[in-house]
């Protein structure tokens, strides 16, 4: 049944309305801006890095996207694309990878090893590393062809576009209890 809390009305100032438009504004600007200004850490491991070094080269050219500019510094990057299998001891390796961008952050599983563990269904190898971090968005293949890499990254710019930003952004708990679990248990 519902709390009494539940039923009570919003009452909403014309204070806050205008409050509501400004932050609006400023999380659509913010959201336009990062959404072109994609700064990739590329954690390649395996075969699909040729695939990803061939989205960044001149036919498929990711520059028309603003996604370009690969960082291997974790610090200085906020779109993390996990290129490739990932082995149950390279995954405290990513998780730490992660932890260290900065806020606002997204992830890309690229490949179906990156997504689900691919066809590597055996004990040394991560069944999706979704399992240790959160995934914004999965491209399936095997490897995937620079098109579908193209339509993924189209589909994050789609979504950081809708969310809410804010100038100063404190960020989300980075994994969930499960998450935290099995990389506690991999340490063992
Ligand atoms: S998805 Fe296929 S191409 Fe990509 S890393 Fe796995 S096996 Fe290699």
């Known amino acids: 049944m519902a709390s009494e809390i539940d039923n009570a009305p919003v009452i909403a100032t014309r204070r806050d309305e205008a409050m509501?438009?400004?932050q609006r504004m400023v999380s659509k600007g913010l959201g336009w801006a990062r959404k072109y200004s994609l700064f990739t850490y590329p954690f390649?491991?395996?075969?699909?890095?040729?695939?990803?070094?061939?989205?960044a080269a001149s036919?498929?050219?990711i520059a028309r996207f603003g996604a370009e500019f690969p960082r291997f510094s974790p610090r200085q990057a906020d779109l993390l694309m996990v290129v490739g299998t990932i082995?149950?001891?390279q995954a405290p390796i990513l998780k730490r990878v992660y932890?260290?961008?900065?806020?606002?952050?997204?992830?890309v599983a690229f490949g179906v090893c990156a997504s689900s563990g691919g066809f590597y269904d055996n004990y040394a190898v991560l069944q999706g590393i979704d399992r240790i971090i959160p995934v914004d968005v999965y491209i399936p293949g095997c490897p995937p062809r620079?098109?579908?890499?193209?339509?993924?990254?189209?589909?994050?710019?789609?979504?950081i576009g809708r969310?809410?930003?804010?100038?100063?952004?404190?960020?989300?708990?980075?994994?969930t209890a499960a998450q935290h679990n099995l990389l506690a248990s991999m340490n063992k």
């Not at 620079?146 to 979504?159: F, I, N, S, W, Y």
Request: charged share 25%.
């Open 163 to 175: 969310q809410v930003h804010r100038i100063a952004d404190k960020g989300e708990p980075n994994a």
């Open 44 to 55: 390649a491991t395996a075969c699909c890095g040729m695939e990803f070094m061939s989205v």
């Open 146 to 159: 620079p098109e579908q890499v193209l339509d993924g990254l189209m589909l994050l710019q789609d979504k």
């Open 59 to 61: 036919r498929y050219d």
């Open 99 to 107: 932890e260290q961008m900065t806020e606002p952050k997204w992830v």
């Open 20 to 22: 509501g438009f400004f």
């Open 87 to 89: 082995n149950l001891k």
